[in-house]
């Protein structure tokens, strides 16, 4: 089945004033129809920067994508496409929901307004018919009393309303894909179940694939079918989900999932030291500094991405060794 | 370990709130409504609960930070409620805070050697030598680096300026620490190694935690007994393995199976809520939860429950909990 979206070989460099540092590199991946796939990730990752870049929203300058390739509907390099072009796919085709959603609506404006504002922008509806699908995809989301919310503004309703809302402006125009950055974070517990839930039923409903950004293993094993792991700016892992957890090859893979505090061993397990800053990046993996189980060719060379097993790439020395002797 | 340290009894924090011209009290938010428990020694107690179910007001009113309304806050057996001023701040040196936000507790204007000896200058008079020592002494013990006292918080990363709270609370070597959302601001990662820190600092100093916290499986970590929250009222109190292997209330049942899981091929049976927390300016009347529970009968739309022993060391207030 032909992906939604493909990126092949993104890179993203940030222009300081003489110099050009690199923050995101090397990004190959591909997103399939109605597949939830998850990039996760700690803060500085390079994941945000990731998803901004498929929109086309990158604050360039002093951000820019100096490299790579991002295929929307397999023929449509987003990343050529005129402003123009690309704001007829923005919120139609491709939306995206936020972690903050008290940011990401405007106070001044009630419900109606906000959601009505894209249905202008992307479709041709009557007033009626507009206020209509309106109603439909508030109801859909999950929110009682559709007309009555419509005419209140955005402090009027709680945290895990507000992110519904946000969803329902993004499922509007039945975009083919969803970009959800950080959907939950911001979320208690049992209101964070009731989204996720409701992003997996939107996704059966709707047919939509949708991109999952997030720092938390656990929305991941949620939801998730494909996941990509990321460490400062590169993927170091992709695969699916069950894989990830139960066969890790990349030790930061290993790391996370020994850190994640909760129901496995005992003994806190925790990574240490920390991300390096993009000014002080290894010249070889960038993992190195971390790395327990780090040799001296990981300072000097950087790894390739490989095929490790059946659909599961990772990008550490430890496995390319292995491949070197076996041939 | 029988030693009680903190004992709040029926402890109680309103909030007025006010209206109108002449600001009129209307109604009180009860942020912490009638909360009793104990604390032993060298123990570690968690509140958990959603946002806005009152466990950072109840941590703040236990140490006077903000002033409750009623009840008693004991500490080794006296009410500190009834404590004038200077008392308190002697007492405060037994018990000390840390915050969730490493970002903001922090005065971006001093050094690390002076905020870690602030503490030790308010609290007692300590010449500059002796202060230096044990802001050494205890910078080691967290883990930073001595040639990082000079540096501002800025120069630093969440991990490392949590490091830096928790020497501020430390180096008064006090008895009890509450600790607020101490690692919720952090990376996976990271919290892991402040959580393991947290650990080894309290059996080194015979510490004592209260704990707050949203997060059930950081808590589940470091606890030897675990309270959930809700609306201002402790629902459900009992030892860790306990509270998450036989949870009785159902709020806890709810909150429990809302965690997510860390094995995709688990799939755990779920409760998944309806609707929101409701305000605490207009909590429901009976159980507090019974607008939310899939098991509400018409009893608890009317009752409030007591908050009672069900079984050894495990309190419940639910009307379909039988003793």
Known sequence: MAPILQIKDLQIDVKMDEEVLNVVKNINLEIGKREIYGIVGESGSGKSLTSLAIMGLLASPPLQVSKGEIFFEEDKDLLKLSSRELRKIRGNKISMIFQEPMSALDPLFTIEDQLMESLKFHTKLSKKEMKRACVKIIEKVGIPRPEQIM??????????????????????????????????????????????????????????????????????????????????????????????????????????????????????????????????????????????????????????????????RCKCWLYQKEMANHV | MSETLLKVEALEKFFPVKAGIFKRTKGYVKAVNDVSFEVKAKETLSLVGESGCGKSTLGRSILRILEPTGGKVLFNDKNILDYSKQDLRKMRRDMQLVFQDPYSSLNPRMTVRELVSEPLYTHFSI?????????????????????????????????????????????????????????????????????????????????????????????????????????????????????????????????????????????????????????????????????????????????????????????????????
């Open chain 1, 151 to 312: 005419k209140e503004y955005p402090h009027q309703l709680s945290g895990g309303m507000r992110q519904r809302i946000m969803i329902a402006i993004a499922m509007l125009c039945n975009p083919k894909l969803l970009i959800a950055d950080e959907p939950t974070t911001a979320l208690d517990v049992t209101i964070q179940a009731q989204i996720l839930d409701l992003m997996k039923e939107l996704r059966d409903d709707f047919e939509t694939s949708i991109l999952m950004i997030t720092h938390d293993l656990g929305v991941i094993a949620e939801t998730c079918q494909r996941v990509a792991v990321m460490y400062a700016g590169e993927i170091v892992e992709e695969t699916d989900v069950v894989s990830l957890f139960h066969r890790p090859k990349h030790p930061y893979t290993k790391g996370l999932l020994k850190s994640m505090v909760g129901d496995r061993s005992d003994a806190l397990y925790s990574i240490p030291g920390k991300v390096p800053s993009v000014e002080q990046m290894p010249k070889g993996c960038r993992f190195v500094t971390r790395c327990p189980e780090a040799m001296d060719i990981c300072e000097k060379v950087s790894p390739d991405d490989l095929e490790v097993a059946d659909n599961h």
């Open chain 2, 127 to 323: 010449s500059k030598m002796e202060a230096d020592q044990r802001v050494d002494e205890i910078l080691e013990k967290v883990g930073l680096p001595l040639e990082h006292s000079k540096r501002y918080p800025h120069q630093f990363s969440g991990g490392q300026r949590q490091r830096i709270s928790i020497a501020r609370a430390l180096v008064l070597k006090p008895k009890l620490v509450v600790a607020d959302e101490p690692v919720s601001a952090l990376d996976v990662s990271i919290q892991a190694q402040i959580l393991k820190l947290l650990v080894d600092l309290q059996e080194e100093f015979d510490l004592t935690y209260l704990f707050i916290s949203h997060d059930l499986n950081v808590v589940k970590h470091i606890s030897d007994r675990v309270g959930v929250m809700y609306l201002g009222k402790i629902m459900e109190l009992a030892d860790t393995e306990a509270l998450y292997e036989e949870p009785l209330h159902p709020y806890t049942k709810a909150l429990l199976s809302a965690v997510p899981t860390s094995d995709p091929l688990v799939k755990k049976e779920r409760i998944i809520l309806k609707g929101d927390v409701p305000s605490p300016t207009d909590p429901p009347s009976g159980c507090p939860f019974h607008q939310r529970c899939p098991l509400a009968e018409e009893k608890c739309q009317n009752v409030l429950p007591e908050f009672v022993q069900v079984r050894p060391k495990h309190w419940v207030a639910c009307h379909l909990v039988e003793q």
